[in-house]
């Protein structure tokens, strides 16, 4: 069995916070300075280890493949139940492919014993209609386990998991699987499959061992490190009049809890003058029920005016050895009116779709419209990348991709990094963020760092807003009274667009076809890549509007908190989308184009005015710093510009990268030059060699850069390609860019559930560009 020892560090730095009276202003010449943040206000203890232990940890998984299920003999000891099946050749790969004339149940031999969450990962295409398949698990055949799995259409290779229920008891064994397929008119074809048994929300970061780390349990992690029964903990402080308790939170992650009761958390503060206090707390979670985060408060005013010590010990109601987590603990001074900071970013979210500016023929966003009317529009914003994890990367840096390092979504934030979270995090606040999807978790991305807490979909792809939030609210009452700065990303906007029916209906009736092929309107040129059947386009635009509406729903119940709603509020995206008119990538966010840059930018905070609408030309990077001056910490040193003091006269260009470092952008006014970066940009391009091509485009009638402009304007091309190229000759790269943790594989399976498979490789030489090139695109500018 394979041991992570924790580390002979004596001395951990954990942060504890104090957190003094803050009280926002209620003048109208906006938010005041923190000022009462000084040496007394934000006490940081020093926990200090009881011993040294070697702690091992259960980390063998059940796993079986099914790899090359194309090949003869593969599925020799499977059961069709009567399915037709035949090996072929598709787009070069060998497949199994399976006829659904009939309802099958096909049988495969199994031997597992799971613990954790069972999930079945298929790698299939299914290009003519979706359809559920079934699953089940057996022994002796007896069914101890069931999921079902939702199968869409694609035209490309898919990969999908099948996520059964977590096991209850200690164990689950499996000899047999049985999938259910129905009757269809048409066949799927199955490349391989793979099973595993996946620790949900176990996964133990080795930083946690003699240091601190984000810890997940489910889909909630929080900054922790590890004790057990035989290494504890403590630490000594002073406590003041404005102190009144002690918080921490604690938890077993399912990957090292052992069969048996679960341990008690002992806590001992002691101090000279005074009784001790003790605590003693149960876990939550045993080999018959998943484990959670539980929070402790301890108060502390028979202390005040005591150098006190506090202890934390493990410990076990049957002499065994364990393991367990506690976040780390803070000393908090509640006071009611503390300040309260939203970020808040919708995924994929056009700029031009929220119903304020669109009208009648744009989505309904009520809880938007009403957010810009009580606060500041930015109508003219970009993004400075067009995809997921590097803009927020951006976003949390205040830096450039360029910069950054960071173009493509499997590239992590390096710990190095500093970020908007950890500023308001050293500033004394409490810092949350709640994510919907992969490219943005915390152990893929690296935008956990500064956050006490962050919530990730768990095992899954994406989730639904509903959920993320959920999980946000449920969070919001354990900082009652403590400065706050939150996070919430969405991504309902991103493809593939699947609303809920009562949300669509407002813009594509429910008497219409939408996959009638003999409709007059049907083009299927214009189908999304996610669901090729689709022939009328407009509903694939109203799913997009749905989509929007929902958000906007969904943000109702957050934003209607009178802590949120009086606090500091921004709201805006990664990136936008290309509808029908996209050149490469309908429906989708693949090319660098001004649809693809554009995004919506609102704040809302005392003093700013309500109901501006501005045209100044502002970045998306320009958040951060924005934030922080406006929830009154100017002084704090963090990259970027206020975008509230950019004129509407400001003619300053604005760069962009394309995702994967294919390509970088320029906007000045309305025109957009697109200069190509590497050898090839994207399967099934028919223009010229990209590797260095310029074109230019007239954003005001062509967003998505459909039409290149070059040659009827060659000396505007020509100053517009010196510029950009004078900028990619000034990156300052920080070497931000490392691995992401976690297993690779997995990694990848989830970026391709959500469609960007073929876009993840930000793989690029030392410069962006080289600067003495004589392709045949250079040399025309020499």
Aim: aromatic letters at 8%.
């Amino acid at each position: 069995m394979p041991t992570i020892s924790s580390r002979t560090c004596r001395s951990l730095a954990l942060t504890a916070a104090l957190f003094l009276v803050i009280s926002c202003s209620e003048e109208t010449g906006g938010a005041q300075p923190l000022a009462h943040y000084d040496g007394k206000a934000l006490q940081r203890l020093e926990l200090t280890t009881l011993g040294e232990v070697e702690l091992e940890i259960p980390v063998d998984r059940q796993a079986q493949e099914w790899p090359n299920l194309g090949e003869e003999g593969s599925t020799d000891d499977w059961n069709f139940g009567g399915a037709k099946t035949r090996r072929l050749e598709l787009d070069g790969e060998s497949i199994l492919t399976i006829y659904r004339k009939d309802r099958s149940l096909i049988q495969i031999p199994a031997s597992l014993t799971l613990r954790d969450t069972p999930q079945l990962t298929f790698d299939l295409v299914v290009r003519n209609q979706g359809f559920t398949i079934g699953g089940k698990l057996l022994k002796d055949g007896v069914v101890q386990s069931s999921a079902e799995l939702e199968v869409i259409k694609s035209r490309n290779f898919q990969t999908l998991a099948m996520t059964f229920p977590p096991v209850t008891g200690e164990s689950l064994k499996c000899d047999m699987i049985h999938l259910e397929i129905p009757r269809g008119e048409h066949p799927f074809g199955l490349r391989a499959l793979s099973f595993e048994d996946v620790a949900l929300g176990g996964y133990l970061p080795p930083e946690a061992f003699g240091g601190l780390a984000l810890v997940e349990i489910g889909t909630d992690a929080r900054r922790g490190t590890c004790i057990s029964t035989e290494i504890g903990a403590r630490t000594q402080f002073k406590v003041s009049e404005e102190v009144q308790e002690l918080v921490l939170s604690y938890a077993t992650p399912r990957s090292i809890m052992r069969s048996g009761p679960p341990p008690q958390l002992r806590v001992t503060v002691e101090g000279s003058g005074v009784e001790r206090s003790q605590v003693e707390a149960p876990f939550a979670g045993d080999d018959q029920s998943p484990p959670s985060w539980r929070e402790l408060s301890i108060p502390l005013g028979q202390f005040v005016g005591e150098e006190v010590e506090a202890r934390f010990e493990l410990i076990s109601t049957d002499d065994s050895k364990r393991l367990a987590v506690i976040g780390s603990p803070q000393l908090v001074a509640r006071r009611e009116s503390p300040p309260t900071v939203l970020l808040i970013s919708s995924d994929t979210h056009r700029s031009d779709h929220l119903g304020f500016l669109s009208g009648a023929d744009g989505p309904r966003t009520e809880m938007i419209d009403r957010l810009a009317a009580e606060g500041v529009a930015f109508l003219d914003a970009t993004s400075s990348i067009n995809n997921t994890t590097p803009s927020h990367v951006a976003l949390f840096t205040g830096l450039n991709p360029r910069d950054t390092g960071i173009v493509a979504n499997a590239i992590r934030l390096a710990e190095a990094a500093p970020t908007l979270a950890e500023c308001f995090a050293e500033l004394g606040y409490a810092t949350l963020a709640a994510v919907s999807a992969a490219p943005v978790c915390s152990q893929f991305s690296g935008l956990g760092q500064g956050f006490d807490r962050y919530s990730n979909p768990g095992y899954r792809s994406a989730r639904d807003s509903e959920e993320t939030l959920a999980q946000l609210m449920s969070w919001l009452p354990d900082y009652e009274g403590r400065p706050l700065f939150v996070w919430l990303h969405v991504y309902d906007a991103h493809s593939p667009y699947d609303p809920p029916p009562e949300f669509i209906t407002p813009y594509y009736p429910e008497h219409l076809k939408p996959r009638d092929p003999g409709s007059p309107v049907a083009n299927f040129d214009l189908a999304p890549d996610w669901d090729p059947d689709i022939a009328d386009p407009v509903y694939t635009e109203s799913a997009y509007k749905a989509e929007v509406s929902y958000v906007d729903h969904r943000l109702t119940e957050l934003l209607s908190l009178d802590r949120f709603w009086n606090g500091t509020i921004a709201f805006t995206a990664d990136h936008g989308e290309t509808l029908r008119n996209g050149e490469e990538n309908r429906f989708g966010h693949r090319g660098l184009s001004h649809s693809n840059l554009a995004v919506p930018m609102i704040f809302k905070a005392k003093g700013i005015g309500t109901g501006v609408r501005r045209a100044a030309p502002v970045q998306q990077i320009d958040v951060g710093r924005t934030l922080l001056d406006l929830a009154g910490h100017p002084e704090v040193e963090f990259p970027g510009t206020n975008v509230f003091q950019v004129s509407e006269q400001d003619d300053s260009p604005r760069f962009a990268m394309q995702a994967n470092g294919f390509s970088a952008s320029i906007l000045s006014g309305k025109w957009m030059l697109l200069l190509g970066l590497r050898p090839t940009r994207s399967s099934g391009d028919e223009r010229r060699d990209w590797f260095h091509n310029v074109t230019l485009h007239d954003i005001e009638v062509d967003e998505a850069c459909r039409t290149d402009l070059s040659e009827q304007d060659p000396v505007r091309t020509a100053r517009m390609r010196k510029m950009l190229v004078r900028w990619l000759e000034d990156s300052r790269r920080n070497n931000w860019e490392t691995a992401a943790i976690g297993d690779q594989d997995e990694i990848a399976k989830k970026l391709t559930e959500l469609g960007y498979a073929s876009m993840e490789n930000g793989e690029r030489s030392s410069d962006w560009i080289e600067i003495d090139c004589s392709c045949e695109n250079c040399t025309r500018f020499d």
